[in-house]
């Protein structure tokens, strides 16, 4: 049996269950980026509109 430290980063990493291409994603209607769920929004997600700042302060110009 190896040692942890034998592993690569990959070989740690490759078995977690959640994978990003899962995340819901939304449309900023400032930029008309996509962007993706963040652990920061998990209890507010359905009231986040803005992908960012920038967009948040940008809204109501132009």
């Not at 652990?39 to 803005?50: G, L, R």
């Amino acid at each position: 049996m190896r040692n942890i430290k034998d592993k690569s980063c990959t070989e740690i990493n490759m078995g977690r269950d959640r994978s990003k291409s899962n995340l819901p994603t939304k449309v900023c209607p400032v930029c008309q980026r996509p962007f993706t769920w963040r652990k920061k929004w998990a209890t507010c997600w359905d009231e986040v509109k803005y992908c960012s700042q920038r967009c948040r302060r940008r809204r109501n110009l132009g």
